[in-house]
């Protein structure tokens, strides 16, 4: 398969799959969504693959976040729809019945900390960065984060996470139980394919059920939780303050939201 936005290698057992956008630090537009969507349906019932490594294309960047120029075009009536979107791929990576690793790069910001979020296992390099930055445009999450953060971390780290959009280190994530590990950043997919190659040589019916039953494990903590947050992301994308939080980040100001 060609894609525009990802690559993908297959190296013994495990998928390598690479966000690469880096002229746009690696943000998710919908193009990209459309083709994780496309890939990992394709290799979900493929028994040649066992484990899938997520990473971002250089070293300044895992993703960082969803496209805002794409973002602030969306009409009001939209913003559900598009936060539904982007968690139907979210699911589709966590429910794959496979193992899932994230190996962060640089920035995973907004979208990219909540693609991380959707993978089973997290590794950072130690020049990772983590926030979910929504709140800095008028809106929240919509990919997931209210959801997955709060049942990573807890509740009152995920409030404060999302409620103040700053951004946390490698060192902070790995405390707060975020990641796994921290590497340096020229050992990061080493370690990530050491990873994927041990999980390789486990049984793999075993390794399947493990990891539908841990997901099966957070299923009624978040039973309806993603709709929710999906209707009130649309709600926000309604909202003037949300236009105007969009456009000053593109134009590198300060908002001036009217609540």
């Given amino acids: 398969m060609n894609f525009k936005n990802i690559t993908f290698e297959i190296k013994y057992r495990t998928g390598i799959v690479k966000i690469n956008r880096p002229d746009k630090r690696n943000a998710l ?10 890939l990992f349906s394709s290799i979900q019932n493929d028994n040649n693959i066992s484990v899938i490594i997520i990473t971002g294309e250089g070293d300044k960047a895992f993703v960082a976040g969803a496209d805002i120029s794409e973002l602030v075009k969306l009409e009001a009536d939209k913003g559900k729809d598009y936060a539904l979107y982007g968690q139907k791929v979210f699911d589709l990576i966590e429910n794959l019945g496979k193992p899932v690793i994230a190996a962060v790069n640089g920035f995973a910001l907004g ?18 960065r983590f926030s979910q930055p929504e709140i800095n ?22 409030a404060e996470i999302i ?28 370690k990530a394919v050491e990873l994927a190659d041990k999980i390789c040589s486990k049984g793999q019916t075993a390794v399947r059920a493990s990891v539908k039953a841990i997901v099966a494990a957070s299923e009624n903590f978040r039973a ?3 709709l929710y947050e ?6 926000c994308c309604r909202t003037d303050d949300f236009k105007e939080g969009a456009s000053a980040f593109l134009e590198k100001r300060k908002p001036d939201f009217k609540n």
């Fill in 29 to 38: 537009n919908r193009e990209t969504l459309d083709e994780l969507f496309t």
């Fill in 224 to 226: 309806g939780g993603l």
């Fill in 111 to 128: 979208g990219g900390c909540e693609l991380a979020l959707a993978c089973h296992i997290r590794i950072a390099s130690s020049n990772a």
């Fill in 137 to 158: 445009l008028g809106v929240i999450p919509g990919y997931g984060g209210t959801q997955r953060l709060t049942r990573l971390v807890n509740s009152g780290r995920a």
């Fill in 163 to 190: 409620l103040t959009g700053d951004m946390i280190n490698a060192e902070e994530a790995y405390k707060i139980g975020l990641v796994n590990k921290v590497y340096p950043p020229d050992e990061l997919m080493i």
């Fill in 230 to 235: 999906a209707e009130l992301f649309g709600e």
